[in-house]
């Protein structure tokens, strides 16, 4: 399978995605002492999950099906709908169903554990439960998937996750990026800022060193998108739709998303319609943004604006 370029990794997969890192972390989870003879076989579904970023982790040991999904934002009571969707690709994509579920031969599958790590400021169910969502209460349910939800906020994450290195070093990063936010420092200064004392620290200095852009542009992808979607949630879903087609493209990106409506408004519907509409249907045929901001006579960081509404929106 190969990967899809749409999407770039979140942070969870540049700290997880390889063999002896999945391990430790199944280990940790389970208060297993580590085993490094345990085969780990690594699992790539290319979807998109949770936002422009693929945050998921999947693999199998020991015929189970261990996925960890990292989860910033605000919390969602619909990640068990979201993984019954993510499980179902999974199966089909690696284990070739098509016309195999109609033989008699019974096609086995791994069993699957679900894990989210989440970090956000809402509290949160160690539990989360696809039942919970059923209009019509039967026990025991016939159909159901449960998520294991880990709270990793610093310093309260779980003592059998204290020494593992990529789940503590994430942690410690986002609390300190998280406040350095809240104390009014822009994202650029923030993501720097913390990179730096991380190092300093000797907290995962070779991977910060080696991944500062990716990580810096990563983190930027989410803050942005939360703001983005916040802001649709405010208008509702169809002045969320008019904030990507309407607004300003002369001079409204660049103050804001509100103002950019207004004077998207004032310069004329008709053209900022058509021209909006014209950016999105490039985004959407993979074009480049260098490519749209030089057909289009716009910067770079309004089209990233143009990416990150269609995100909101399509959310």
Same mark, same amino acid.
């Not at 999950?49 to 040991?61: A, E, K, Q, W, Y």
């Not at 998520?147 to 310093?155: G, L």
């Given at each position: ?6 999407? %770039?990794?979140? =942070?969870?997969?540049?700290? $997880? ?11 940790? @989870? ?10 780990? !076989?690594?699992?790539? $579904?290319?979807? &998109? ?15 189970? =099906? ?5 989860? #910033? +934002? ?6 068990? $709908? ?5 499980? @179902? ?18 096609? %086995? ?13 809402? *509290? ?22 449960? /998520? ?8 309260? =994450?779980? &003592?059998?996750?204290?020494?593992? !290195?990529? /789940? ?14 809240? &104390?009014?420092?822009?994202?650029? !200064?923030?993501?720097? +800022?913390? /990179?730096?004392?991380? /190092? ?49 493209? !002369? ?19 008709? #053209?900022?319609?058509?021209? +909006?509409?014209?950016?999105? #249907? ?16 716009? *910067?770079?960081? #309004? ?10 929106? +399509?959310?």
């Amino acid at each position: 399978m190969q990967p899809n370029k749409q999407y %770039k990794d979140g =942070l969870i997969r540049l700290l $997880l995605n390889n063999p002896d890192k999945a391990r430790k972390l199944y280990c940790d @989870v389970k208060g297993k002492p580590y085993d490094p003879n345990m085969v780990v !076989e690594m699992k790539d $579904l290319n979807v &998109q999950f949770m936002s422009g970023l693929r945050n998921d982790i999947s693999f199998i040991v020991d015929g189970v =099906l261990v996925v960890f999904f990292e989860h #910033q +934002s605000t919390f969602n009571p619909n990640m068990p $709908l979201r993984v019954l969707y993510y499980v @179902v690709l999974f199966f089909a994509a690696y284990f070739q169903m098509g016309m195999s579920l109609y033989t008699k031969s019974l096609i %086995k599958l791994p069993f699957p554990e679900f894990y989210v790590l989440y970090n956000g400021k809402e *509290s949160c169910k160690k539990e989360l439960r696809l039942s919970d969502a059923f209009m019509t209460k039967n026990e025991p349910p016939n159909l159901e998937l449960v /998520i294991k939800v880990i709270d990793i906020n610093y310093p309260n =994450l779980p &003592q059998n996750l204290k020494d593992n !290195e990529a /789940i503590s070093g994430y942690s410690y990063f986002i609390f300190k990026m998280t406040n350095k936010l809240e &104390q009014g420092m822009s994202f650029a !200064e923030a993501s720097r +800022s913390a /990179i730096d004392e991380c /190092i300093a620290e000797g907290i995962m200095p070779e991977f910060f060193e080696q991944f500062r852009n990716e990580v810096e542009s990563m983190f930027a992808l989410i803050y942005d998108e939360e703001m983005a979607k916040k802001v649709a949630r405010d208008e509702g879903r169809e002045e969320g739709m008019e904030m990507g087609i309407e607004k300003g493209i !002369e001079k409204g990106i660049e103050k804001g998303i509100e103002k950019g409506i207004e004077k998207g408004k004032e310069q004329g519907k008709e #053209q900022g319609i058509s021209e +909006s509409l014209a950016i999105l #249907q490039s985004l959407k045929d993979n074009m480049s943004a260098h490519e749209i901001a030089s057909q289009y006579s716009i *910067s770079v960081e #309004q089209v990233e604006q143009f990416r990150l509404f269609a995100a909101a929106i +399509s959310a």
